[in-house]
């Protein structure tokens, strides 16, 4: 199965910029690479998500490389309402409903 | 209000005593799905239905029963609980990943069970 690797947590100052890693080096030619995000003691929401072109939404843009094996979830201004754990996931091709989480990047923004 | 609601939100109950924790959906999505987090191991999904009477086994299926019979349900049954399945559970449920793989999972906040 499609695996993500992602630091096990990153600091940030409020107000700068946070980029995000995921390595993803197994991924198939149809995986989507999506981002969710936990709040603590919230379930999980969702971010963004992309296949091959680089998105941007109101809440973050998601960079893709273009060998897509690894991806970067930018927050443009980090405020502390961010500090949450972030996971980089990837669908598994075929349609099917699989879904593999991973551990995730617990991110600190310090004021 | 779109929301995920899961039932009960806190549960400590004892080995053997069958369970079922609830999981409602008011969105129309035919996807839904059930994850364990556990302390060191993130997310894990167990059961996953693409739509109605349609469901599958996600990585821990193991102790656990789910059926699918009307589009808003998903219930997560626990047979005879175990003190392994002690975990915070969550529900999710997407209205394109059935065919798509894409779109937005919407969660539940969780459901804290604990087996003595």
């Known amino acids: 199965d499609a695996k993500t690797t992602q630091p096990n947590s990153m600091e940030s100052n409020e107000e700068e910029p946070v980029h995000l890693p995921c390595n993803h080096s197994?991924?198939?030619?149809?995986?989507?690479i999506h981002w969710y995000r936990q709040l603590p003691s919230q379930g999980p929401e969702y971010v963004i998500h992309?296949?091959?072109s680089n998105v941007n939404n109101r809440m973050a843009s998601l960079a893709i490389a273009e060998d897509r094996k690894s991806s970067t979830l930018i927050l443009h201004r980090a405020t502390l309402r961010d500090a949450a754990v972030y996971y980089c996931i990837l669908t598994l091709s075929g349609n099917t409903g699989k879904l593999i989480f991973g551990q995730g990047t617990t991110l600190q923004v310090k004021p | 209000e779109a929301q995920v609601t899961q039932n009960p939100r806190y549960l400590i109950t004892v080995t053997g005593k069958k369970l079922t924790v609830t999981c409602s959906q008011n969105?129309?999505?035919?996807?839904m799905s059930w994850y364990r987090q556990d302390p060191g191991l993130g997310l894990r999904q167990i059961y996953y239905?693409?739509?109605?009477?349609?469901?599958d086994k996600g990585d821990v299926p193991e102790g656990y029963k789910v059926s699918r019979k009307e589009k808003r349900n998903f219930p997560l049954i626990l047979e005879s609980p175990s003190p392994n399945q002690t975990s915070l559970y969550f529900c999710a449920s997407s209205y394109r990943w059935a065919q798509t793989n894409t779109g937005e999972l919407f969660f539940g906040e969780g459901s804290r069970l604990t087996v003595l």
């Open positions: 992309g296949l091959t």
């Open positions: 239905s693409m739509n109605v009477e349609v469901t």
């Open positions: 197994t991924i198939s030619g149809t995986d989507y």
């Open positions: 969105m129309n999505h035919e996807y």
